[in-house]
C-alpha cells in the first residue's frame, strides 16, 4: 500500500498539445462567490493530450470506443523495458528480451526529454513488431512518446497494424526514473461512450 509511482503527465494549461489540436484548459467556471458554495470546473482539452489511450476509434470509423474496451486490459502486471533512444523500435530492439507471460508492455526510450514542449521527431513502432508481440501474447503497448508512429504518418501504420493483432495502445508514459522491471499497472480510461481516446491516471507499483 501506498508505494505507487506516478507515470502520468500532469495536466495543466501548458502542456504541449499534437500541433493544431485542442490546447488543454482548465477553469472554475461557477466560482464561489457566484455560486455561494463551490467552485465548479471545467476543463477543455483533446483526448490524446498526456498520458492517454488510443481506442481503435481514433483511426478507424468503425473501430471501437473507448466505453467498448476491457477495462480489465489497462490493470494488472506489466513488464518496463529500457530501449535507449532507439531510431525505431522493431524486432532488433527488442531481441533478448524474454516476453514469455507479458500481457503489458512498456517500454522506456527517454526519447522525448522536454516535456515541455512537443517533439520534433519520435522513433516509431515499427509495423512488423505487431505480429511479434501479438505472437508472445503481448495485448497492450505503452511508450514514453504521443504516438507509435512517425509524427507525419498519415497512413498510421503502426496504429493498424498493432490493433489488427489485438494489442491496445497506451501513449505519453512518464518512465525517465523507471528501471526496468516487473510492475503492476494501472491505468483506467474514463468510461466515455463516444470517444476515440481518454486520457488515464497511469500508475505502477514494483513487484516483489
Ligand atoms: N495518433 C496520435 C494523435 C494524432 O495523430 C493527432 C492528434 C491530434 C490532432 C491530430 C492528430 N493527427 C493528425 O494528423 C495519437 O494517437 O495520439
Ligand atoms: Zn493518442
Ligand atoms: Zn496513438
Redesign the pocket.
Known amino acids: 500500500m501506498g508505494n505507487w509511482i506516478d507515470i502520468s503527465q500532469v495536466l495543466h494549461d501548458k502542456i504541449p498539445?499534437?500541433?493544431?489540436?485542442?490546447p488543454f484548459h482548465y477553469e472554475v467556471s461557477w466560482g464561489m462567490e457566484e455560486s455561494g458554495s463551490v467552485n465548479v470546473g471545467q476543463v477543455t482539452m483533446?483526448t490524446?493530450t498526456g498520458t492517454?489511450i488510443?481506442a481503435p476509434f481514433?483511426?478507424e470509423n468503425d473501430g471501437k470506443k473507448v466505453i467498448e474496451l476491457d477495462f480489465n486490459l489497462y490493470i494488472g502486471p506489466a513488464l518496463v523495458i529500457y530501449v535507449e533512444k532507439p531510431e525505431s523500435i522493431g524486432l532488433k530492439e527488442l531481441q533478448g528480451v524474454d516476453l514469455k507471460g507479458v500481457k503489458r508492455l512498456l517500454i522506456r526510450t527517454d526519447a522525448w526529454q522536454d516535456k515541455t514542449v512537443f517533439p520534433e521527431s519520435i522513433p516509431h513502432i515499427e509495423p512488423e513488431l505487431a505480429a511479434y508481440l501479438a505472437e508472445h501474447g503481448v495485448q497492450l503497448l505503452g511508450l514514453d512518446l504521443?504516438?507509435?508512429?512517425p509524427?507525419d504518418?498519415?497512413e498510421?501504420s503502426a496504429?493498424h497494424e498493432l490493433n489488427d493483432q489485438g494489442i491496445h495502445?497506451l501513449?505519453?508514459l512518464v518512465l525517465d526514473k523507471i528501471e526496468p522491471g516487473e510492475y503492476e499497472l494501472a491505468a483506467l480510461p474514463l468510461p466515455l461512450e463516444q470517444a476515440d481516446?481518454s486520457p488515464v491516471r497511469a500508475v505502477i507499483q514494483k513487484k516483489e
Open positions: 498539445v499534437w500541433p493544431g489540436d485542442t483533446s490524446h492517454h488510443d481514433h483511426f504521443p504516438s507509435v508512429d509524427l504518418s498519415k498510421l496504429h495502445i501513449e505519453g481516446g
